[in-house]
């Protein structure tokens, strides 16, 4: 049978292992003679899976003591609320970076908390590149990032810097956590969906320094404090049990290949493959500035009108290869090379590129 590569932008492709780890939770979760399904949150077995969930990611992350990790529900999208509510000081105002469709929805949430200065955006040419040198304002609490760009395959490859205490770093990394090293103690609040680099949706991760999580500038409702779920490990309410558990096999899977560092290396090798290929191929060309183009999401377009987007997305089906269409608002095609494509994947795809190339141009 033919492979089939699931180049989908989230909920994307997983590790083999963490599939086998999720059906075999399915089925009896570590020799308890149940399903995980079906198990209390409040049960040793899982009670010891979300504390070993944590410690494998902050071994991999290498997260400092002084961070708390939580498991919430409510997906990124809740977190351009919870930003907010929990940090922004009445009367106060955030730093914003704009730089596609995910941070415009994180100022939108902000602004009904309070005040947003948009210190730089792309928004002048669709978003093909990161705006660079971008300082935070004098007083403002916060500067929020979007780490990697899922739609318009932008990625920082260098973290603004922040040279007042007061103020701190925030970053959406749901489309490049675990993607690289990175270091943590740069940031005062990281956020990520689980659905692209770690498992299933349903849970998402909130590293945060612990000196913030006892910030109380408002009256908000229990379930959106972030010291509620710290206070709790997790566990205020019924958590994502399962999501997890296929969370933690897939840290398990990332540390049986060498870690973040290799990890690294490995996404960066088949990142330039694919741009290679882009650049080479009369046919194609990627709509992003060289330099900030994303490990993780590959946008590319046609050179010319001339062909149609179905003819090479079809082509691409019957090759299994799928998922490549470009989101909505951009057109073209989107490879999201995560964690989990292997190799062989990005080579399949180009390929097939390439043939498309011979026969058509
Ligand atoms: N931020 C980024 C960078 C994303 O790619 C996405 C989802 N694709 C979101 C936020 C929203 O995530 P969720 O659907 O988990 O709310």
């Known amino acids: 049978m033919k492979p089939i590569y699931n180049f989908s932008a989230g909920p994307a492709c997983l590790p083999q292992p963490a599939i086998q780890g999720a059906r075999e939770a399915i089925k009896d979760f570590q020799g308890n ?52 509510m929990n940090l922004l000081p009445e009367g106060g105002f955030a730093d914003y970076i704009d730089t596609g469709s995910w941070s415009a929805k994180a100022i939108v949430e902000c602004k009904r908390v309070g005040g947003v200065n948009i210190i730089g955006s792309s928004k002048d040419s669709l978003y093909s590149y990161i705006p660079k040198n971008v300082k935070p304002l004098d007083d403002s609490s916060y500067l929020h990032i979007t780490s990697n760009n899922t739609i318009y395959g932008t990625q920082f490859k260098e973290y603004p810097q922040i040279y007042n205490d007061k103020c701190f770093l925030v970053a959406d990394m749901s489309s490049d956590i675990l993607s690289q090293p990175i270091d943590v103690s740069k940031f005062g609040l990281i956020y990520a969906g689980a659905q692209k680099n770690m498992g299933p949706a349903g849970v998402t991760l909130v590293i945060i320094r612990s000196d913030l999580v006892e910030i109380n500038h408002r009256d908000i409702p229990t379930m959106m404090r972030y010291s509620t779920h710290v206070t709790k490990d997790s566990m205020f309410n019924t958590p994502p049990v399962f999501s997890v558990c296929v969370v933690n096999e897939t840290l398990k899977w990332i540390k049986s290949i060498g870690g973040l560092d290799q990890m690294k290396i490995i996404n960066e090798d088949k990142a330039s493959l694919l741009y290679d290929e882009i650049d080479r191929n009369i046919l194609f060309r990627s709509p992003v500035d060289k330099g900030d183009r994303s490990t993780m999401n590959v946008p590319f377009i046609f050179n010319d009108n001339h062909h149609k987007d179905e003819k090479f997305l079809t082509f691409c089906e019957e090759r299994g290869l799928r998922t490549l269409k470009g989101h909505r608002s951009v057109g073209g095609f989107r490879a999201s090379i995560y964690n989990a494509m292997p190799v062989s994947g990005v080579t399949a795809l180009i390929a097939a590129m390439m043939e498309f190339e011979r026969l058509y141009s």
Do not use: C
């Not at 149940?34 to 070993?52: A, Q």
């Not at 494998?56 to 930003?83: C, E």
């Open 33 to 84: 003679g149940i399903s995980l399904l079906e198990m209390s949150h409040r049960s040793t077995p899982v009670v010891t899976l979300f504390e070993e969930t944590t410690n494998n990611l902050r071994n991999l992350l290498k997260i400092p003591d002084n961070y708390d990790v939580i498991w919430l529900q409510g997906g990124a999208s809740t977190q351009f609320s919870m930003v907010p």
